[in-house]
């Protein structure tokens, strides 16, 4: 099996359907705060299926609203725009990729997985004060190259199953030795393309392999919760197997034992009722 | 094209946690099935003898919540 070039990727990627436009607006907002309720549900407007994924995550126990969100405006009033453009991109991000057309793959285990990642992520990244909203999309698509290999790159990463199944070694190990690339290369590749800020594709490109810093990132953050999803079985794969953990990045966390109690306890209670409202 | 089967079936008896019923047994019996659960998933480090400090720390959470 001959690897693949990056041109080959690249020019795949770019042929990929570009997210809806309101959900490419809300990548490219994210961090701003200049969009507002009414702007936002009249873009979401023209999508009835978004539209209604976003309402049923926002009505989960996850959010905790006490009562039912009917509107788009509604959901901005009660959540925030913040949480709001969170839901709308998770909502738009899962159906990206059509269950029947990436059958290598355990469509919904893959999605559980990468629900517990941003569940995770986000409880981390509150725990160390930063932005909890772009690590949840973070842990979302963290792992979306690997969607994209068993979509369009099916018989190579057939083979790649089959060496990972036979080795039993991590993804990325598997994909590397059958593809000369893996599903982090690819994964950035995507986020370019979908117009994720710089610092989010590097979140996606390391998050195997991260570069630590005294300060804790967003790039640290997914590598972490990557771990921690494994860790905790979330995927309920038979083969799920933890990757190593970067010791330098575990560290500059400085996580107490109750805090990671808490943030597992915390992704955990919140995992079945996000995963209903995404994966339905 | 598709002709691997997803490498994918749950395990039997599914995983402790993660809201996923333990069929009833004694104490031990649960203690014994989270440790096998969190080998298996550890495996990766423990063959290569590298540290992970999430092994103990998860161990120490699901072991918190058997009753």
């Given at each position: 099996m001959s690897p693949i070039s990056k041109g080959i990727l690249v020019s795949t990627v770019r042929e990929l359907p570009a997210l809806p436009a309101v959900v490419m607006e809300l990548i490219e907002s994210?961090?701003?705060?200049?969009?507002?309720a009414d702007q936002l549900a009249g873009k979401l407007s023209r999508d009835q299926a978004l539209t209604a994924k976003t309402l049923r995550l926002a009505n989960s126990?996850?959010?905790?609203?006490p009562r039912k969100v009917s509107s788009i405006s509604e959901a901005v009033t009660i959540l925030g725009m913040r949480t709001v453009r969170t839901v709308v991109t998770a909502a738009a991000l899962t159906g990206s990729f059509k269950r029947q057309d990436a059958a290598l793959l355990d469509f919904d285990a893959f999605w559980r997985h990468s629900i517990g990642t941003a569940l995770c992520a986000k409880a981390l990244a509150e725990t160390m004060d930063l932005d909890g909203e772009s690590a949840f999309t973070l842990g979302l698509i963290h792992d979306i190259g690997r969607l994209v290999l068993a979509t369009f790159f099916r018989e190579p990463y057939q083979q790649a199953l089959i060496y990972q199944r036979e080795h039993d070694c991590l993804p990325h190990e598997a994909e590397q030795a059958v593809m000369g690339m893996d599903h982090t290369t690819v994964g950035e590749c995507i986020t370019e393309h979908w117009l994720f800020s710089p610092t989010m594709v590097e979140a996606v490109a390391t998050h195997h392999s991260p570069r630590p810093c005294a300060d804790p990132s967003l790039a640290d953050i997914v590598h972490v919760a990557d771990n921690i999803a494994h860790a905790l079985g979330?995927?309920?794969?038979?083969?799920e197997m933890v990757p190593p953990l970067n010791l330098q990045t575990w560290s500059a966390m400085k996580l107490t034992t109750d805090q990671s109690g808490q943030i597992f306890r915390q992704a955990e209670a919140q995992f079945d009722s996000v995963c209903q409202a995404l994966l339905m | 094209m598709n002709t691997l089967p997803p490498t994918d079936a749950p395990l039997a008896p599914p995983p402790s946690g993660s809201g996923h019923a333990v069929p009833p047994q004694d104490g031990l019996g649960h203690r014994d099935q989270v440790q096998q659960r969190i080998t298996h998933l550890f495996r990766y480090s423990l063959r290569g003898g590298h540290i992970n400090p999430l092994m103990h720390l998860v161990t120490e959470y699901r072991m918190g919540q058997l009753p």
């Open positions: 994210l961090g701003r705060d200049d969009l507002s126990s996850f959010y905790g609203v979330l995927s309920q794969l038979s083969d | -």
